[in-house]
């Protein structure tokens, strides 16, 4: 049982290139949710689905999509990076018992955009 | 929408000292989650606590939903306690986490 996995561990990215960042989650959650974290602060929420098909945004959406067409993965995607956009990003997943048993945390992805 | 608010922002501490973390909440919660994010960046579930109190090993959570606040205890503490601790309210029909700024703790050995 791998939990939920994030892919790439470690990114460089040129001002102006796409990427797509991975989250994957092998328990079945109908939760997953994407989190930056910049230096000194918590995290805040991009974007969130609460099951296959179903997206929306959070606090700081700009700059990003997602989809999810399939309850086991839900990529972030960066249309044009930019510096603002270097952070550590976290992918979290939770069942419907989310409210007794809470989320779920990657190991996290680090950008930095030069 | 709801905010969390920690306190303090920071914490040093001798080895085997003994602390008391805070955290506010605005509104009312689904439920509250603790982490410990280490000093290689991985965030680690404590507790989640909507109400009541709960305890693992040294380490034990209180929340008085009543009141919007959440208070971590860490006894007899550990140079490997170092690291930032988060507390995240869940709410909203969507379930989504809402986190606070965090407290970085130090233990000095």
């Known amino acids: 049982n791998a939990g939920v996995t994030q892919t790439p561990k470690f990114q460089v990215l040129k001002t102006g290139q796409s990427m797509t960042l991975q989250c994957a989650q092998d328990?079945?959650?109908?939760?997953m949710s994407w989190y930056r974290q910049d230096p000194g602060m918590g995290l805040r929420l991009i974007h969130y689905?609460?099951?296959?098909?179903?997206?929306d945004q959070g606090e700081v959406p700009n700059g990003y999509n997602v989809s999810r067409s399939t309850t086991e993965d839900f990529p972030l995607r960066l249309l044009s990076a930019a510096p603002s956009q270097t952070s550590v990003y976290f992918c979290?997943?939770?069942?419907?018992?989310?409210?007794?048993?809470?989320?779920?945390f990657g190991s996290g992805t680090r950008l930095t955009v030069v | 929408g709801i905010q969390v608010e920690q306190s303090p922002p920071d914490l040093i501490l001798q080895e085997g000292a003994n602390s008391t973390l805070r955290c506010n909440f605005s509104?009312?919660?689904?439920?509250l989650q603790w982490f410990h994010q280490n000093p290689w960046g991985q965030l680690i579930n404590l507790f989640y606590?909507?109400?009541g109190t709960k305890q693992n090993g040294r380490l034990s959570a209180t929340t008085v939903a009543t009141e919007r606040y959440s208070l971590l205890y860490i006894s007899s503490s550990q140079t490997t306690d170092s690291g930032v601790y988060f507390c995240?309210?869940?709410?909203?029909?969507?379930?989504?986490?809402?986190f606070g700024s965090g407290t970085q703790l130090t233990v000095l050995p």
């Open positions: 995240a309210a869940l709410s909203g029909s969507a379930r989504q986490l809402t």
């Open positions: 606590i909507p109400s």
């Open positions: 509104d009312s919660v689904n439920n």
């Open positions: 328990m079945n959650h109908e939760y």
């Open positions: 979290a997943s939770g069942g419907q018992g989310v409210g007794a048993y809470g989320y779920t």
């Open positions: 689905s609460v099951g296959a098909g179903i997206t």
